[in-house]
């Protein structure tokens, strides 16, 4: 009995052993997981943060130290001098110790196209009453980016390197940067008595700026309003009145500039802040306050004079202190092959404009243009992208045609003043008329009914194949690298009438001054050389192998152009310093008006410079575009 009891006893002992051990494994089951759903609702809440943070909408979190409210005025504040650019917010550790957690975000701004701001915030979090996870927000140190403050303001800008330099054909700047200052009104500090006297300082018409200065105020704008730039030299004549006015101010700044504000302007474009347009067409290459070439050759080539820009992140109470930089990349330069002096020269022929006109002139030798001058000098580009009918200009491609096919400058051509075609009546100049005599008179003096008979002895796509072959029309357009530069067309003829008023340059013709300057250097040369403006950087696609011409019929054609000056259309260029001028004059009709308005033209060259003179409305090219060219000769003697 004592023993069977003793076993009774011991069993039930190790029974209770084994029932305790298993309540107490049950106990720490229930705590593990416990502890795991508690790790997990911390790592839930830090998430949200971090999502709400990359999401730039944080008020989806719970805080302890500061309410919601607070904290997400703080991040707005902070934050929205970065702009709308992405961020992306995640935690990258979290640890649990009871009721608290720490741990550390990752943070990535997107500051600028291809520029990353990454670093790391500390995060901490307590459990409150309600067993929820807050975000603790601390006063005093800022929750959204290291170092700094509560109350400090994150800043980015961008940062611009050394502009590249636009230079001529000897290597000295066209466009090099210099120092500019822009006239600006205060809006908060100027009276509507001191912007009146502005308006005369700065040559405004009257009330215009003031006007602005209403508008401004009635917005509530606080923002400077732009009212005009000035260089150096002319601001200093303006200083003095400029210092004396309240509430005018005027910091400096660096732009390129050309020798004069409206040296080659048509061509090498305009550069100030950027559009709307351009930001928004830009790629993000752009924003707001930037400075870039807009329009001609500043703006295409924006992206290599200007480089790459940089950006900088800085704290509003530490601006010289950078948070994260990204440096700028420098432009690069380029190089033309314009001729400083032959463009002053052709741009002072040209004069004030009164009349749309242009000038181009080109390097026989190279083929290089050497001049690509506009009027007004703050208009079109009217020489390179201009379309218009050449006139009897293109009698120079006509003839080399006839010549090529036999005709020779002493073959007999009457000058009738009519000849129908198809029922057409075709005429001369103011109805002039000769009897028979050499075909060579029959250029000189510009006999459009000589050329409309001889038009009926050749082919549709006659004259075409010889303006191709001069120049006109061959497609080097597409290779000069200013974008709409246009190289003419000559269509092949679809009737007897169109193949006889393609003769002399009308009918469907187009041509730009460019296209006949490099005609006639053509015929100068002996070649065809495409032509070129841009050195470097290389421009794609050109093929600047001369294609020679057909030396007899080249020599030829070059006496009759010569004939023009000495006897012919062209004699206001007989007397021309600098030695004998070749050329030709145009007078082409354009429009719907009775009679119709004319177009004046006087195409050639003299020694190795190559030209074509234009004059979108002039009686002829004879009395109108002829002494433009002398002068312009004129001009590079000295």
Not at 19 to 46: I, K, M, P, W
Not at 436 to 458: E, G, I, R, Y
Not at 530 to 542: D, H, K, Y
Request: with cysteine; proline share 5%.
């Amino acid at each position: 009995m004592v023993a069977m009891s003793r076993r009774i006893i011991i069993a039930s002992v190790v029974a209770g052993v084994v029932a305790v051990s298993a309540a107490a494994g049950g106990f720490a089951y229930v705590n593990h997981r416990g502890q795991l759903r508690l790790d997990q609702e911390a790592r839930t809440a830090a998430d949200r943060f971090a999502g709400g943070w990359s999401h730039r909408d944080v008020k989806g979190v719970g805080y302890a130290g500061q309410t919601a409210d607070q904290v997400v005025a703080s991040f707005k504040s902070t934050t929205a001098g970065l702009g709308t650019s992405p961020v992306k917010a995640s935690v990258t550790s979290l640890t649990r110790d009871g009721d608290r957690a720490t741990g550390r975000l990752s943070i990535a701004w997107t500051v600028a196209q291809g520029s990353t701001w990454a670093y790391t915030m500390p995060i901490s979090l307590q459990r409150n009453s309600s067993e929820l996870w807050d975000v603790v927000a601390k006063g005093g140190t800022s929750m959204w980016a290291p170092g700094l403050n509560a109350s400090t303001k994150l800043v980015v800008s961008r940062t611009w390197g050394t502009r590249g330099d636009v230079l001529d054909r000897e290597g000295s700047p066209i466009l090099a940067v210099g120092k500019v200052y822009d006239v600006l009104i205060d809006p908060a500090r100027a009276s509507a008595q001191t912007v009146a006297e502005l308006e005369k300082v700065v040559g405004q018409p009257d009330g215009k700026l003031v006007a602005k200065l209403n508008a401004a105020r009635a917005s509530g704008s606080k923002a400077p309003i732009f009212v005009i730039p000035y260089r150096e030299a002319d601001f200093q004549t303006r200083k003095v009145a400029l210092d004396a006015l309240k509430g005018v101010i005027y910091p400096p700044r660096v732009q390129p500039l050309a020798p004069s504000s409206s040296f080659a302007r048509p061509l090498l474009g305009s550069y100030g802040l950027v559009t709307a347009e351009a930001i928004k067409n830009g790629g993000g290459r752009y924003v707001a306050g930037d400075y870039a070439g807009l329009s001609g050759l500043q703006g295409q080539y924006d992206g290599l004079l200007a480089g790459t820009p940089g950006v900088k992140v800085t704290a509003s109470d530490k601006p010289d202190v950078p948070l994260f930089e990204k440096a700028a990349v420098d432009g690069a330069p380029m190089t033309l092959t314009l001729d400083r002096k032959i463009q002053s020269a052709a741009e002072a022929a040209l004069g004030s404009g009164a009349i749309p006109s242009s000038l181009v002139a080109v390097d026989v030798k190279t083929g290089n243009l050497l001049a690509v001058a506009n009027s007004p000098a703050l208009g079109m580009n009217r020489a390179l992208l201009g379309r218009y009918q050449p006139g009897s200009t293109l009698k120079v491609a006509t003839t080399y045609s006839l010549l090529s096919k036999g005709l020779s400058p002493s073959t007999p051509v009457t000058c009738p003043p009519f000849v129908m075609v198809d029922g057409r009546k075709m005429t001369n100049y103011e109805n002039e008329t000769f009897a028979s005599a050499p075909f060579s008179k029959d250029f000189a003096l510009s006999c459009n009914t000589a050329f409309v008979q001889l038009a009926a002895t050749m082919g549709s796509s006659d004259v075409h194949d010889a303006a191709t072959a001069l120049g006109v029309g061959s497609g080097w357009g597409k290779h000069l690298g200013i974008d709409g530069t246009f190289s003419g067309s000559v269509p092949v003829a679809t009737s007897k009438t169109e193949k006889a008023a393609t003769a002399f340059g009308q009918a469907r013709t187009l041509v730009s001054p460019a296209s006949l300057a490099v005609m006639v250097a053509s015929v100068a040369r002996g070649s065809y050389i495409e032509p070129a403006l841009i050195r470097t950087p290389a421009v794609a696609g050109a093929d600047r192998a001369p294609r020679a011409l057909d030396a007899k019929v080249a020599g030829e054609l070059r006496g009759l152009m010569r004939l023009v000056v000495t006897e012919g259309t062209g004699t206001a260029l007989k007397s021309a310093t600098g030695g004998e001028v070749f050329g030709k004059t145009g007078t082409a009709e354009y429009g719907s008006a009775n009679p119709p308005e004319t177009r004046a033209w006087f195409v050639g060259w003299q020694g190795e410079v190559a030209f074509a003179v234009l004059v979108e409305n002039g009686k002829s090219g004879g009395t109108v575009a002829a002494p433009i060219a002398k002068a312009f000769l004129g001009n590079l003697q000295h």
